[in-house]
């Protein structure tokens, strides 16, 4: 997604895999925590952009939040390091975390100023401390390789939506369609999310604003309740009803899918603070309008046809 816009824009693009991609970026194999050939690529780079990490969309067993652990760390330290050893070093370093890092609450949003970190909240199931400690050591261990030479942005994330095959909303638009798109749980609790254009254009707006630095909150500046966010995208998809799940339904659903209820239960109340006082502007800023151009394009890369 992220490669595919900035190609688009003209920009050269050198994308560091575990395995061989597609489309027009240079590709060079790495395993994300080894010192190896491909820091060259760093040298006098305008930009490096760290997104590497074990996909969240699993079970939260002791096995895979070491490796969703060790992926973030590992990859994020050994990315220090090379810039770390470049003579003409990278003017930006933009490291990947998540809005995940912020407390389960409903009562206010959390900016990048006033926001509360998560992990101390009563009550809060083993799972979510865990993924919160993950996000914390993810920052921390950017920080602790940071270099004079290179500004370091740390992207905390909210829902990435694009209509992808396989994405996040590739799933939440099946399921509405076959019935399954309404209120989880209570429905209270808050989803964040951005639009896929708007996250890359915040991305490119991160590489040239020399002032921006540290934390910058990656979202939408509208979160809202999940139920209202269900209830646009059925709108969106031009379906009726929307089945409810309580909490103990949503339970079942995810442990069969092998995923964790954490990723739709959890309030993840998150604004861009930092964003907005710098002047950026969100062509995607309401969820109702974001759903229906993100439905038309979802629409047309199921027929194989553009997604312009």
């Known amino acids: 997604m992220l490669s595919r816009w900035l190609l688009a824009r003209g920009h050269e693009v050198v994308v560091l895999s575990r395995r061989p991609v597609r489309g ?8 994300g925590e080894t010192l190896g050939d491909w820091r060259a690529t760093f040298e006098d780079a305008d930009a490096v952009i760290n997104l590497a990490g074990r996909t969240v969309n699993c079970r939260y067993n002791a096995a895979n939040l070491k490796q969703m652990m060790d992926s973030r760390v590992r990859s994020a330290a050994v990315v220090g390091e090379a810039i770390a050893t470049c003579a003409h070093p990278p003017k930006v370093w933009l490291q990947a975390s998540t809005a995940t890092i912020y407390a389960h609450r ?11 970190l998560g992990g101390e909240e009563p009550d809060s199931p083993p799972t979510w401390r865990a993924s919160i400690e993950i996000a914390k050591a ?9 270099t004079d030479g290179t500004r370091l942005v740390l ?14 909303f590739d799933v939440l638009c099946s399921l509405a369609c076959r019935g399954l798109g309404g209120r989880l749980g209570t429905g209270r609790q808050y989803v964040s999310w951005v639009h896929e254009d708007d996250f890359c254009r915040a991305v490119e707006f991160l590489i040239h604003e020399p002032t921006l630095a540290g934390p910058v909150n990656i979202c939408s500046p509208n979160p809202l309740p999940q139920a209202e966010f269900a209830r646009h995208l059925r709108k969106a998809l031009g379906v009726p009803i929307g089945l409810p ?4 339904m949503v339970e079942i659903g995810t442990w069969l899918k092998r995923t964790e ?9 998150v604004v861009p603070g930092r964003l907005l006082a710098h002047g950026f502007e969100f062509d995607f800023p309401d969820w109702d309008r974001a759903a ?5 394009r979802w629409r047309l890369a199921r027929l194989g046809l553009s997604l312009a």
């Open 24 to 31: 027009d970026a240079s590709c060079i194999l790495w395993d």
């Open 106 to 116: 409903f009562d206010a949003a959390n900016d990048e100023a006033t926001g509360m």
């Open 138 to 146: 993810w920052e921390a261990a950017a920080l602790a390789l940071q």
């Open 155 to 168: 992207l905390r994330s909210a829902l990435t939506l694009s209509p992808d095959k396989g994405s996040v």
């Open 245 to 248: 799940a309580a909490e103990w």
């Open 261 to 269: 209820s954490e990723l739709v239960l959890k309030s993840r109340r």
């Open 292 to 296: 229906a151009d993100l439905v038309r």
